[in-house]
């Protein structure tokens, strides 16, 4: 029975050879330095989107992106034909409704890189837009980030005074959350569990001193 071997050849005008595996990764490393990834833009949310109670699309909606207002969102390419765009936030990717999100004007490199670190910003819905964060000088960079602790268990769906409740961040007794931001006027905070964000109930929670 006859076996055979193909091997991989490089062709000079001077000389015929096998390729190493030095050869192979300089080709790749070359490869992928010709290979221009989409730069995101950056987009905040003006509104709260649950896609399992508020997308058009009953079937698709698992494949949505919810947020809350002022959740900063990293949006890739033009928006579909069906006016979505395709975004990330918080460690979750998916579809985006263009209707319920606006671009943040910020061209500087530096400054895009900060707003998604932060991955939240202030939403002002009186002026109808976004903060302006076309100047260094509009960007929050002494926004308050608190620790604290859950001193009880809280789910939205049972205990929440509000209707959109689905906004809300669920948690039990002992959870750490990142509080971003001051109280509201309703008594609640923006706050941040594990990558899971959403407003908690400022007496539900004790302040924690930075380790």
Not at 97 to 105: F, H, L, T, Y
Not at 138 to 148: A, G, H, K, T
Not at 154 to 171: A, H, K, R, T
Request: proline share 9%.
């Amino acid at each position: 029975m006859e076996t055979s071997l193909e091997l991989d050849v490089l062709i000079f005008p001077d000389e015929v050879r096998l390729v190493t595996p030095e050869d192979i990764a300089e080709w790749e490393l070359e490869t992928a330095s010709q290979v221009s990834l989409p730069t995101p833009r950056v987009f905040v949310a003006l509104y709260p989107y649950n896609p399992a109670a508020m997308s058009p699309n009953y079937e698709t909606a698992a494949e949505e992106l919810p947020f809350v207002p002022g959740q900063i969102i990293k949006v890739y390419g033009d928006k579909d034909d069906d006016g979505f765009y395709h975004g990330e936030s918080g460690g979750l990717s998916g579809f985006v409704p263009s209707n319920m999100v606006a671009e943040v004007p910020v061209d500087d490199e530096h400054l895009k890189q900060l707003l998604m670190q932060q991955g939240f910003i202030p939403v002002d819905h009186t002026a109808g837009s976004t903060t302006d964060l076309s100047e260094a000088s509009s960007i929050p960079d002494d926004l308050i980030v608190q620790r604290m602790v859950a001193l009880f268990d809280y789910d939205p769906w049972e205990s929440s005074p509000n209707m959109d409740s689905e906004v809300e961040l669920g948690f039990r007794s002992g959870d750490i959350i990142y509080v971003i931001g001051e109280m509201d006027q309703d008594g609640f905070y923006y706050g941040d569990l594990c990558g899971r964000r959403g407003l908690v109930p400022s007496n539900y929670l004790q302040p924690l001193p930075w380790d």
